[in-house]
């Protein structure tokens, strides 16, 4: 994974720098709101959760995990990732209140998607509780569908929530 950018965004692989940043954008309980709790709870959780994901998958199941930073005018943002598993690619993104509604999460998505299509993704899975407009609107913005995932097994689906498929 490599460093990017758009038209207005700087997008690098999530790092042992971004903890700090990254707990400054959501530490927010607006956050947590439509993603099961909060996002972070405390700064040295978020440091706990980074190295964890820069573990990587565990061994075996047959899981890659991408994750990477968002940045406009040199301030996090948000995140992106993307769960790749069975020839497809579960998506999320969370970004700061103070940044929603600017087009950041569209962005960075969708230059996300062109980035798992590149490692032959053809489909793109995302889960969303249906009172979060906002993210089901974004979906539906990048050409998402509503669909229902059959005998795929979604590691991001919850009882409730609406599937979302890009071919």
Aim: proline share 5%; charged share 20%.
């Amino acid at each position: 994974m490599t460093s990017a950018t758009t038209p207005r965004l700087r997008i690098e692989p999530l790092a042992p720098q971004h903890p700090e940043g990254l707990f400054a954008a959501l530490n927010d309980d607006r956050v947590g709101r439509y993603i099961g709790g909060h996002e972070v709870t405390t700064l040295d959780a978020l440091r706990a959760r980074i190295v964890r994901l820069l573990d990587g998958a565990p061994d075996g199941s047959g899981e890659t995990w991408l994750n990477w930073a968002v940045h406009a005018d040199d301030v996090v943002v948000g995140r992106v990732e993307a769960t790749l598993h069975s020839g497809i690619a579960e998506i999320a993104y969370v970004f700061g209140p103070v940044h929603w509604g600017q087009g950041y999460a569209t962005e960075a998505t969708a230059w996300m998607i062109g980035e798992v299509r590149a490692l032959g993704c053809a489909e793109c899975w995302a889960t969303v509780l249906p009172e979060n407009v906002a993210s089901v609107r974004l979906l539906r913005r990048l050409g998402f569908i509503e669909a229902e995932p059959g005998d795929l097994a979604l590691q991001s689906y919850d009882d409730g929530d609406l599937t979302f498929v890009l071919r």
